[in-house]
């Protein structure tokens, strides 16, 4: 069956604009996850979609960021006037339930000039 | 402050050989999930293996297995007969009770042939 797809697979964008990145987990996952992952790092956890219950937005680096996930299904990060350090790989991961193994899609690679 | 340590950036092995990979974790609960996850340089991470902190037996996946030690908080992985497919980026992560989940800043593994 088809994995989780994340849209776009990669975007270059200027200082202070807005971007929408896209996560379409895999079909029956109840679980969703968005992770960052800068050059060099490790896995830096954002935000976690259990069903429809509200999500934890703890981890979320500033106020710039935002996710949503609408009909406990597609999920969208939002990055508002984005800096350089926001750029990296986003990727989204989605499991049939929290403790189940997660099933990563290729990530959005964001570059911000 | 629940962390995850990968402590060696880098790792080769020869082709055939075993190598093995270490983690360590700090958390104050008792039960919790523990992975390892592998990022080939295509990107997608993918699941290599799972261990349950309630089960004391050591998880196995074929060439794959960890040493869990739970008073220790040690969590290494195990690869035998390694393989040039093996070549990848490994990620400890932990996921607790408290919808939070850490990965370790991951350990570089070359296989040569």
């Known amino acids: 069956g088809a994995g989780v797809s994340q849209s776009p697979s990669n975007k270059v964008t200027e200082k202070g604009k807005d971007v929408e990145l896209r996560c379409d987990p895999i079909s029956g996952h109840t679980a969703l996850y968005w992770y960052r992952q800068s050059l060099g790092q490790g896995l830096e956890f954002l935000i976690y979609?259990?069903?429809?219950?509200?999500?934890?937005k703890s981890g979320l680096p500033s106020d710039r960021f935002s996710a949503e996930r609408t009909g406990g299904s597609v999920s969208t990060l939002t990055i508002q006037r984005t800096q350089q350090e926001d750029s990296a790989v986003y990727l989204c991961?989605?499991?049939?339930?929290?403790?189940?193994?997660?099933?990563f899609g290729d990530g959005t690679r964001l570059s911000i000039l | 402050a629940q962390t995850v340590t990968q402590s060696q950036p880098e790792m080769s092995v020869q082709e055939a050989e075993t190598v093995t990979l270490s983690c360590t974790y700090d958390t104050s609960e008792s039960n919790y999930y523990l992975f390892w996850y592998k990022q080939p340089p295509s990107r997608q991470m993918i699941l290599v293996i799972r261990?349950?902190?309630?089960?004391?037996q050591n998880a196995t996946e074929n060439r794959f297995s960890v040493n869990f030690q739970k008073a220790a908080k040690s969590f290494s992985l195990k690869i035998s007969d390694s393989q040039l497919g093996d070549t990848a980026m490994y990620f400890c992560a932990f996921i607790s009770t408290g919808n939070q989940f850490y990965f370790g800043t991951g350990t570089s593994l070359t296989v040569i042939p």
């Open positions: 979609f259990q069903g429809n219950s509200a999500p934890d």
């Open positions: 991961a989605s499991s049939l339930d929290r403790e189940g193994p997660q099933h």
């Open positions: 261990q349950e902190a309630y089960k004391q």
